[in-house]
């Protein structure tokens, strides 16, 4: 983990360095806005291709799907039913439903029946929150008893126009009930036995589709994105080439084919991913729960959960554990201990001491140690006695 963390300070200066001199301020904020415009066009035209491969929910919209699930008998549900997708971004069951439909659908009956029934529906709601706002404002049963008593002119007129507004319900209804029913058109029967016929092979296709759906994406992406990446990464592999021979090579051709060629491959390593997720992990992890619940062990997936966290938590603490002891050794093997004495530092803490004590008064390492040689007092980490000039043994 931490090796790859190394390498990505090389990445750094691939991506950063004019000759390996770091790129100034200006240079980098250049090249920021840079790899903004490229990365936003790359996307625009994955999303141009990859489109040529909808998605499950736009080959086979909802629109469509409700129809398969089950026959509609109102004229709502015909009516929201709409083409805005192009016909080659849809399945061609779909397709095939909405000419069904649009057998009925078309007619002048079909259209009168449900512009009535859009008015009668507006007046009935409208009749209905009057309603409603009577019933919340007023106790109906008293206000019907007090209503009869003389000197209630108010109350009175409220109560004829809430009667009137019952009644008038119920002539709307009796209208909506009076409309000739979508059964009733001629072309019906073909939509409904074209869903029934058809209804077992639109979910088995829908499903089919959903599957390989994401490697036509990546299909499509790929198309797109590889001859960027063959066209910059040539580019970019010869002024490294040059640069590692010693050759003159052009830095500014190295350091922007270097930034284009890093964004290329970023979406090539999402959809990778996306790919595998869809593949491997997502249909294995169904498979999985599906297998425990027919065999009632469902729990089991609770087990594994809680073992995976334990395990990813604690490799992430020994790893972050070793290394802080590593850079800790790496620091003091890095000390320059004959300069920090010179300058009266501790060698440990790099408080400024007094080297005559033995101890550090800010941290309590021991300062001083005995010569081999002459037994007098000499200092720690200096290679030679103070007093009797003998080396050290190491």
Known sequence: MWKWLQKSKSVKKELF?????????????LLIILDIFILTNIGIGIEGETNKAPKTYQYYPSTCVKHFKEVKTSYKDFYSYNSYIKLHNRSSLCNKLEAKINIFKTTDLFKKNLKQIKSLEEKLQKNNTRLTQIR?????????????????????????????????????????????????????????????????????????????????????????????????????LRSKKKQLKGEKYNPIVKIITTHISFIL????????????????????????????????????LNYLSIALVVLFFGGLIYFIQKRTARLKQERIAKKDYKKLISFSVCFECEHKIDYTKDFCPYCGVKLNELCTNCNEKTTIHLPFCSTCGTKKES
């Open 17 to 29: 360095s004019f000759k390996d001199e770091p790129l100034t301020g200006l240079s980098i904020v």
């Open 265 to 300: 491959i970023l979406p090539v390593i999402w959809y990778s991913l996306t790919l595998i997720y869809h593949v491997i992990p997502k249909t294995l992890l169904k498979q999985i729960i599906e297998f425990l619940v027919s065999i009632g062990l469902l729990s089991i």
């Open 136 to 236: 919340n404002k007023y106790n109906t049963r008293l206000f019907e008893q007090i209503a009869k008593m003389p000197n209630n002119k108010l109350l009175n007129e409220i109560k004829i126009e809430y009667d009137t507004l019952i009644e008038d319900n119920k002539k709307v209804q009796k209208e909506l009930d009076s409309i000739t029913k979508v059964e009733s058109l001629d072309g019906f029967n073909e939509y409904k036995k074209f869903v029934q016929s058809n209804k077992e092979l639109f979910f088995k296709e829908k499903e089919d589709y959903r599957f390989w759906q994401p490697f036509k994406e990546y299909g499509y992406m790929l198309l797109f994105i590889l001859p960027l990446i063959l066209f910059f990464g040539f580019f970019y």
